[in-house]
C-alpha cells in the first residue's frame, strides 16, 4: 500500500487551552486547510492522546461534519468533538487504502471512541493451527489466541451445530484426533479404522496431511461443490489406473461431503450467485447482528456480532461488522454479492476495497423487493432473536450483581471483579491467577499468570498465606504506580479466613483498605468478610452465588492450567540440557545410543565419541559435565563432528 506523507504534522495539543469547538478561529482555519483527496483523520484530546480514527474520500467533507451545529451525531460522537483539541491527516492514494490504513490503526491504537464489535465469546470459532507441522482443527472462543498463520472461522451462532459439522468432517477426513498419542510406539485404533493417519508415528507425510486440511477448509469456505468436482476427477483417474483402494476412498469422502450439503436447514433457490446477508436488531443497550453464508444455494454458516449501542447509524454499523469480518478473509471466502439491511455510508469504499482482495468485482445491495429482501428480513428475524435472548443474558447477570451487592452491604455494583486462586503441589510449581468479570462476563483481555518469587516456598513446604500475599502485593503495588488504572470493585480471595488476612494485610499496607475483598471457601461455599467472625451463606439458587462460583472457578481452571503446564515442562525437562552445545537433536543422538541418562553417565569417553554426530570435542564436554575432568584416555582421532 502507498500512502501519502502526513500532511499535518502531529501538533503539540497542551499549547491549546481550549478544544477546537470552543475556538472557532482556529477551526475554521483547519478546516480550510484540510484536502479534499482520500485519506485517515486520527482525532487527538488536549494531552496528545488519540480519541477516535476515521477514513474518508473527502477528508475536508469528513471532518467538517463533526463541527457542524446541525449535524445530528450520536450522544457519543458529540462527546468525543468536544474533548478534540488538534487533528492530523495521513492522505492515501485511493479509498481502499484508507480503509485498510484506518484497520491498522485502529488495531494498533485502539481509540476509546472507536466503534468496534466485541471479541464475544458466548460465539464459537472453528480454528486449523497452519502454524504446526501437522495442524489440528477444533472449535475455540479465542479468536487470535495462538500463531497469527492459524485461520480462524466464525463467529458461528449455533455452538451445536458447529460441534456436529465438526465430527461430521472428522468421519469423512482423516484428520488429527488427538494432540498426544494414546501409544509412544504405534498407532491407536483410529488408525485401524481409517479415521486418523498416525501422524504420531509419523505415517504421513506433513505435506500429505495438510492437503487433507486444505480440502477441510474448502469446506468451510464454502467451496464443497468445488471440492467435490476436484474428487470425483481424481476418483475416475485412481479407477482407471486400477488404484481401486484410493478410489473407494475417494468415492466415499465425495459421498459424505454431499451427505453434509444435505444437513443444510436452509435452501435458497437463487444458487447461480455467492453471496452474504447482514442485518442487526437493537435496543437502547446492544445491537444484535447476523449474517448469513450463502453458497451454491445452502446456507453454510450464520455468524454472529454483538457490541454496545452507542447511537451510531445502523449503516455505520453494519460496515464496521463487514470490515471487521472481510479483514482476514482469503480471496475465496469473499462472496461475489453483499445484501445489507441498510444502506451502507460508504459502500463504495468498502467494494473498492473487496475488490482488490477478491480480484472480482463485487457488488453491494440493499434490497427492497423478491428473494433477496425476503433473504434480509429472514436474516432481521435471526438478529432479533438474538437480541433477545442476549436481554435476557444481560438482566440475568445485572440481578446476579444487584444482589451481591446487598447481601455483602457494598456501596456500589461492583462492575469489575476479580478473583485470585493459588495452585500447586506440595509447594512444588506454585503459581497464582488472576481472572477479571467485568458486568458479569470474563473479561479475558485481563486474566493474568503469576509465578510465586517467595524463595521460602519450596517442595514440601507449601505457604498458601504467603503465595496470596506475594500475589495481592504485586498486582496493587502495580496500581499504585498507574492511579489511573481500572481498580476492581470487588476481590475475591479463593480460600478462608486465613487467605482472606493475608491479602487484607497487604492491602491495607498498599492504601487499598477500601477496595472490598471477600474470602469464598468451596467446602460449604461459605463468604468471609474482613473483620467479621461469622461467615454470610448464601441461598443455593441465588444468582449472585452463581455469578461467584463461576468466577472463582474460573480463576481455579486457569491456576491449576497454568500450573499444569509448568509441571508438565518440568518433567519433560532432561539434565542433559545443561550441557553446552548438546541440543534436541544432539540429545536424540545420544539417548538412542544408551537409551537413558544413566547409561550414558556411565559411558567412557571413546565410547561417546563413537556416536555419529557427537566427535571428540562434545564428547568432552558430555564427559565433563558428569565426571567434572575429560576421561585419561588415547587421544581421540578419526572421529569428525557431522
Known sequence: ?????????????????????????????????????PGVYLMRDEDGEILYIGKAKNLRNRVRSYFQAGHDHSPRIRVMVGKVHDFELILTDTEAEALVLEDNLIKTNRPKYNVLLKDDKQYPYLCITWSEEYPRVFVTRRRGALHPEDKYFGPYTDSDAL??????????FPLRQRDTPVFKDRPCINFDIGRCLALCQRLASPHEYRHIVRQVQMVLQGRTSELIAQLESQMEAAAEALNFEHAARLRDRVLGLQQLGEHQKITIPDSSVSRDAIALAADDKTVSIQLFQVRSGKLIGRLGFSSLNTGEEPGLIL??????????????????EVLTQHPLPEADILRA????????????????????????????????????????????????LVNLADALELGTIPRRIECYDISHIQGTDTVASRVVFIDGSPARQHYRHYKIRDPRIQAG?????????????????????EPDGDLPNLVVI????????????????????????????????????????????LEDDDPALHLLQRIRDEAH????????????????????????GIGPAKQKLLLEKFRSVPVLEQASLTEIAEVRGIGPQLAQQVYRYFHGEPELAPVLTGHAET
Request: hydrophobic share 40%; glycine share 4%; net charge positive.
Open 1 to 37: 500500500m502507498c500512502c501519502g506523507e502526513i500532511m499535518i504534522e502531529a501538533v503539540n495539543t497542551s499549547d491549546f487551552m481550549s478544544s477546537l469547538i470552543e475556538d472557532t478561529g482556529r477551526l475554521a482555519e483547519r478546516i480550510e486547510a484540510l484536502p479534499t483527496s
Open 163 to 172: 460441534h456436529k459439522t465438526l465430527r461430521f468432517l472428522k468421519k469423512i
Open 319 to 336: 460496515q464496521r461488522a463487514l470490515e471487521e469480518q472481510y479483514r482476514e478473509a482469503a480471496p475465496e471466502e469473499i462472496p461475489l
Open 353 to 400: 476495497w473487496l475488490a482488490e482482495k477478491k480480484g472480482r468485482r463485487i457488488e453491494i445491495h440493499t434490497p427492497q423487493r423478491q428473494l433477496k429482501a425476503e433473504l434480509i428480513e429472514l436474516v432481521a428475524r435471526n438478529a432479533e432473536a438474538e437480541l433477545q435472548r442476549l436481554s435476557r443474558f444481560s438482566r440475568r447477570q445485572e440481578k446476579a
Open 461 to 481: 513446604r507449601p505457604d498458601d498465606f504467603a503465595s496470596m500475599a506475594e500475589v495481592i502485593q504485586r498486582r496493587f503495588s502495580r496500581a499504585r504506580q
Open 494 to 537: 479463593d480460600g478462608g479466613k486465613g487467605q482472606l488476612s493475608a491479602a487484607r494485610a497487604v492491602m491495607e499496607e498498599l492504601d487499598f483498605e477500601d477496595v472490598s475483598t471477600i474470602g469464598l471457601a468451596k467446602r460449604l461455599e461459605e463468604i468471609f468478610l474482613p473483620g467479621r467472625s461469622e461467615s454470610v451463606r
Open 557 to 580: 481452571r486457569f491456576a491449576i492450567t497454568f500450573h499444569r503446564d509448568l509441571r508438565s515442562k518440568r518433567m519433560q525437562r532432561s539434565s542433559l540440557d545443561d550441557i553446552p
